[in-house]
């Protein structure tokens, strides 16, 4: 399996098969050690307080539906591919 196989999780809502943690996949980490991992960012709680994100091992998580919440940027062509746009930039029409 490719590394870009794995990054294909990106945007999807998913669960952790162990604790039943869920949330949107935001990161994937490739480590020295042979781990790969996905950082699940979840939603706010009752009270409107954002929830921490967590790191899991990529064999733990379920993705739940077909359809991503956001499209990943392409990685393989383009600004991003080449290291000249990242989250530093800010978004056209963007007002400090």
């Not at 290291?83 to 530093?88: D, E, L, P, R, T």
Request: glycine residues 10%.
């Amino acid at each position: 399996m490719t590394a870009m196989k794995h990054i294909e999780i990106l945007g999807f809502k998913v669960k952790d098969k162990v604790t039943g943690i869920k949330g949107v996949a935001t990161t994937v980490s490739f480590d020295l050690y042979g781990c790969i991992q996905v950082v699940i960012s979840r939603e706010v709680d009752k009270n409107g307080k954002t929830l921490d994100s967590r790191w899991f091992d990529i064999n733990r998580l379920e993705v739940l539906g077909k359809t991503r919440v956001m499209e990943p940027p392409d990685f393989d062509f383009g600004s991003v591919s080449e290291g000249k746009k990242g989250a530093a930039e800010k978004p056209s029409g963007y007002k400090a």
